[in-house]
């Protein structure tokens, strides 16, 4: 896990021209797949978040 953690590319500061949910949806992204590598934390409501956020994306 540390060396994914090490090689993974960080999500970048947020700047005034950045889509606050494209960001969210990022963010949750990223949360999941830490929990799936890890195999901890509960990933069923992170699916049904992302695909909520990536619907409000599509519009």
Do not use: C
Not at 13 to 26: I, Q, T, V, W
Not at 27 to 48: A, C, D
């Amino acid at each position: 896990m540390q060396e994914i953690n090490t090689h993974i590319s960080h999500l970048q500061p947020a700047s005034k021209e950045d889509d606050e949910l494209a960001r969210r949806f990022d963010m949750l992204v990223l949360i999941y797949q830490i929990l799936l590598l890890s195999g901890s934390g509960e990933t069923g409501k992170y699916m049904s978040k992302i695909y909520r956020t990536a619907a409000s994306l599509q519009k």
